[in-house]
Structures are given as C-alpha cells and as structure tokens.
C-alpha cells in the first residue's frame, strides 16, 4: 500500500506553546486527509475532514481556532494545536487518500504522533 | 455522525483456535461500507477487510472473514487459526458516501492470544 509519513512521532511542549504536526503521502497524491484523536485505550474520534486547497471540515465539539488544519498541496497537510494545554495531551493520527483511492474506501494511515503538554 | 458499537472491549483466544470480536452500527442509510482495522502495539493502523453493504457476501481476507447481517446492523469478524501476532487493538468502521467521506470507528477490542 502507500506510505503516509507522520512527523514528529513523539513531542513534548510546554502549556502554551503552539505545536505543528505534519503528515506527508510520499508516493501518491492526497486530495483528501483525515486527522483523529485517539486517548489512550480508546476509539479514533475524527476531528476534521481536509481537502487539498479547500479549508478543512471540522466535526461538532472540535475547535477549529485550537486546531489549524493546513492542507495546502498534495503531498501535505499539517494540524497546529495552538496554545496546547495539557488537556490537549493525546495521540494524534492522519491518514490520507486520493479521490479514486477514496472511492475504493481506502485511506492510508500515519503512525501517529503522541503529544504531550507539560 | 454515525454510530459503531464494539461490546467487548476485550478478548482472548487461543493460539490456533478461533476467536469472534463483534460490531454493530446504526445507520438510517442503505449504501455503506463496513471495515475492520488492526492496531498493533506500534500505533499503525492496518486494514484488514472491508464490506460493501450493497453486497451479499461476506468478505473474506485469508484467515479473516465477516458475518454481515445487514437488517440486524451487525458486522463481525472471525479469526481463524489465530496467530500471535493477531494480538492487537481492533476497530470496527463505517463509513457512507453521503455523509463527506469521514470513518467512523467503533471504541475497540483488545484481543489477546494466548501461547
């Protein structure tokens, strides 16, 4: 399958401070990203739904203005937790796929990024 | 947004044997899609199986297959001759071409094998 790049793998950051994460398709052109939220021992919670040069689709309860979604070129999207606290303390995962990817319902996954506020 | 139930947040089985994990969902709609993902302790996702609701048949992966019974709004996954590295997190997902293209994803099951 294709590989989804997720970088950093493991941050730590100070309450708050801004922190970016990044999530790159190397061998296929992304038109459409997903970024969960999963807590520890639980269920992947989709938070915003991004379309490359479109703004993203947040879902209900998700703060846009907390969480920047950035998903400016095919190859890259990026999701900014401004001014974390350590509420915000979480693993954070995005997966990525092409319109005919899509159609096939197949999304390819990061290896997610664990951020912990201090 | 959609429902997905998993009811057993933890299972066992055996090395060899044969294990079930379950999965119902809620859904007013009539064209979907179904999907079982496995999270190894590494965090990465992998796809096992998926399932069109539009078809009969149940899917079927090597040592995976499905039951879908889709008028009950269930969606199981049987793992035969379970293996030890079939320890992992599993997710149950849904996902309808009307609703944006997102994925819902069940609360999980821990499923264990035992040596």
Known sequence: GAVVSQHPSWVICKSGTSVKIECRSLDFQATTMFWYRQFPKQSLMLMATSNEGSKATYEQGVEKDKFLINHASLTLSTLTVTSAHPEDSSFYICSASSWDVLAKNIQYFGAGTRLSVL | ?115
């Open chain 2, 1 to 115: 947004a959609q429902t997905v139930t998993q009811s057993q947040p933890e299972m066992s089985v055996q090395e060899a044997e044969t294990v079930t994990l379950s999965c119902t969902y809620d859904t007013s709609e009539s064209d979907y899609y179904l999907f079982w993902y496995k999270q190894p302790p590494s965090r990465q996702m992998i796809l096992v199986i998926r399932q069109e609701a539009y078809k009969q048949q149940n899917a079927t992966e090597n040592r995976f297959s499905v039951n879908f019974q889709k008028a009950a709004k269930s969606f199981s996954l049987k793992i035969s001759d379970s293996q030890l590295g079939d320890a992992a997190m599993y997710f149950c997902a849904y996902r309808s071409p009307n609703t944006g293209n997102q994925f819902y994803f069940g609360t999980g099951t821990s499923l264990t094998v035992i040596p």
